[in-house]
């Protein structure tokens, strides 16, 4: 049965990642994000489910367990925000590098160094174009509400599993605290060991008598067998980015204008679009949700279509380099953000629309 | 119907519980609501606001800069959010410790002096629901039995027994509030 319940973006990654029968959660407190740890602290799942749920000592020890939680086949996440992101990129290229599937969520605060704890959406590089060293992927998730927090923590672990490669949920001070409705599902049982044994012949689960030992390791040392790792790893990503791009259309259809936003940004392009219609602009939004893959060959299509298209996030111009390469300069493509904490107002938004596209 | 709120006073006013308790209501009635707080050094003393919209279609931005209402309760919050208000649109006020009232004229200003009545009361924790109260009787988006069982859902159950004072102190409010300048 569903329940309706209001809460706040990050009191909804905690529960769902309850309700999903997950097995471990390692995480340090860090604004705007401790809500998670203090929710799985307060519903104490070890009770109930049997889920870990550990402080651990820093970040960097957080993600360690997490690789080691990973390697055992087990359904394990971490969660920070943006300077403790950046301690585990180490931890995240060797789980990549190792193949093993791992949910991580960034509640995005404004940078660099340890910046402000205000929301921002700085990390986009970070978390798409690597952040940590190698040619590896993150697939990376941007919730834009209280209910796709809840919902991408289940999403996340299917496609790790799926790909055995990390996913990140990309969020923001924004969504973290803001209280909205939120369906939540009832409790799935955590996996057996029998049923982890049986479906992840990769897993190290123990003593299996005349079977090949199982070792975790992202090390290679003879050049010809790391090559073909790569290929492996880039034929994985391939395949991810033909099947797993999703995105969302608001008010394309007629629309001459596009606002290209995710997360937060947008929802206040959102309301932009309401202001900007009220004054005879048409105009529309295509949110990527998956930030990796992302959804080039759309924008490519709308590209043909429209007259211009502002990539509206809050930094300096990150998204908006994949949008220029999506739309192979068939558009006019500008960018338009604030940052340092500063959440753009939809008035700005709307502001900036009319004055670098429409008329620029 | 959309109604875009701004709560702000002091931390520690109950302006964070105040949202929160319209939100949780709205929901009981079926709206889509969204409570988005300022967090962070403003929270450690200082000012506190939550930006609170209740509607019956999806809400696009939690985030806002111009409000239809503005729940204001101290100097601070006047003189930064009194501006923010769309002309046309509503302020409640507590005259407690304000010196500078607002002068807008493009709007509709009311004062509820919730601080010396729930003095007078003895009822000081629930000063945040008589200024509520006041807001209610001009923009009554929720109803009374809505305004009870969001008051169930967000206390925990321990608080179960105060309920009844939380609606008799809406009621005072609805009965305190007075015109300050209207359009």
Not at chain 1, 93 to 114: D, K, Q, T
Not at chain 1, 223 to 240: F, G
Not at chain 1, 330 to 356: M, S, Y
Request: glycine share 10%.
């Amino acid at each position: 049965m569903k329940e309706l319940r209001l809460m706040k973006g990050n009191e909804a990654i905690a529960e769902a990642a309850i309700r999903y029968g997950v097995d471990g959660y390692f995480g340090y407190p860090i604004t705007p994000q401790s809500e998670i740890l203090e929710h799985l602290m307060a519903e104490e799942p070890y009770k109930k489910t049997g889920m870990v749920v550990l402080q651990a000592e820093s970040e960097v020890a957080s993600i360690n367990m997490v690789y080691g939680g990973a390697a055992c086949g087990k359904r394990v996440m971490t969660t920070s925000s943006s300077p403790g992101i950046s301690l585990m990129q180490e931890g995240l290229s060797y789980i990549a590098g190792a193949e093993l599937p791992c949910l991580v969520v960034n509640v995005v605060r404004g940078g660099p160094g340890l910046g402000t704890i205000q929301p921002s959406q700085a990390d986009y590089f970070q978390t798409t174009k690597g952040g940590g060293h190698g040619d590896y992927r993150l697939i990376t998730l941007a919730p834009a509400s209280v209910q796709e927090m809840y919902d991408f923590v289940g999403l996340g672990f299917d496609l790790a599993f799926k790909y055995r490669n990390p996913a990140m949920i990309l969020s923001d001070g924004v969504i973290g605290q803001v209280m909205e409705k939120v369906q939540i599902e009832d409790y799935k049982p955590r996996w057996t060991d029998e049923y982890i044994k049986k479906s992840f012949p990769w897993a190290t689960t123990g003593k299996n008598p005349g079977k090949p030992h199982i070792i975790i390791t992202s090390l290679e040392l003879d050049s010809e067998k790391q090559e073909k790792v790569n290929i492996h790893l880039q034929k994985k990503y391939k395949e991810c980015q033909e099947k797993e791009v999703r995105y969302e259309m608001i008010h394309c259809d007629d629309a001459e204008y596009i606002f290209v936003a995710y997360g937060s940004s947008a929802r206040i392009c959102q309301k932009a679009i309401q202001l900007g219609r009220e004054k005879g602009i048409k105009v529309g939004l295509l949110r990527p949700i998956t930030l990796w893959p992302f959804p080039s060959k759309i924008l490519g299509e709308l590209a043909g279509k429209v007259k211009g298209m502002l990539s509206v996030e809050m930094s300096a111009g990150q998204m908006v380099e994949d949008v220029l390469l999506a739309t192979k300069h068939k558009v006019k493509v500008d960018h338009f953000g604030r940052f340092g904490g500063i959440i753009p107002t939809p008035q700005e938004v709307l502001h900036a629309l009319e004055t670098k596209i429409i008329g620029g | 119907m959309t109604e875009e709120i701004i709560i702000a006073g002091f931390g520690g006013q109950g302006v964070l519980s105040m949202g929160k308790i319209l939100a949780y209501s709205g929901m009981m009635q079926n709206k889509e609501v969204s409570w988005m707080p300022s967090y962070g050094p403003e929270m450690r003393g200082g000012t506190s606001n939550v930006t609170v919209i209740i509607s019956d279609e999806r809400i696009s931005s939690p985030v806002l800069s111009v409000f239809d209402t503005a729940i204001i309760l101290n100097q601070q919050s006047l003189d930064k959010f009194e501006k923010s208000v769309k002309p046309g649109g509503m302020l409640v006020y507590d005259p407690n410790g304000i010196s500078r009232h607002p002068e807008r004229k493009d709007i509709n200003i009311y004062q509820v002096a919730a601080t010396d009545k729930a003095g007078e009361l003895g009822i000081a924790r629930l000063f945040n629901m008589i200024v509520l109260g006041g807001f209610l009787k001009y923009k009554p988006i929720i109803q009374e039995e809505f305004m009870k069982k969001g008051l169930e859902k967000s206390l925990p159950e321990r608080h179960h027994k105060l309920i009844p004072d939380n609606l008799n102190a809406i009621k005072v409010g609805a009965e305190i509030i007075k015109e300050y300048h209207t359009i």
